[in-house]
């Protein structure tokens, strides 16, 4: 099995700043592409950012420019800098990763998530 744990959200307002954090844990052979999701209330789940083993990354268009995912390959950790928040960036953030599972294979892994919350 695998455990992905956010870490990191909170309360903050409008024009600052807040660092997510995640890490796999489990019996965790390799992990491919590690990301990050949101999800605000009546609106479907959308990419915020999502970057590779090798540290290429992507964002969603409309955090371009203010978010910086990285990693930690050793410590099977992915973190989310965001800036300039918005009461627009308010959401669920999910962390989210291929993993593969010993004795199992491939796994689409998911956190519980962390609400963000930016006030205006």
């Known amino acids: 099995q695998v455990q992905l744990v956010e870490s990191g959200g909170g309360l903050v307002q409008a024009g600052g700043s807040l660092r997510l954090s995640c890490v796999a844990s489990?019996?965790?052979?390799?992990?491919?592409?590690m990301g990050w999701y949101r999800q605000a209330p009546g609106k479907q789940r959308e990419l915020v950012a999502t970057?590779?083993?090798?540290?290429?990354?992507n964002y969603g268009d409309s955090v371009k420019g203010r978010f910086t995912i990285s990693r930690d390959n050793a410590k099977n950790t992915v973190h989310l800098q965001m800036n300039s928040l918005k009461p627009e960036d308010t959401a669920v953030y999910y962390c989210n990763s291929g993993v593969w599972v010993v004795s199992k294979g491939w796994t689409d892994a998911w956190g519980q998530g962390t609400q963000v919350t930016v006030s205006s």
């Open positions: 970057i590779t083993s090798g540290g290429s990354t």
């Open positions: 489990g019996n965790i052979f390799r992990i491919n592409a």
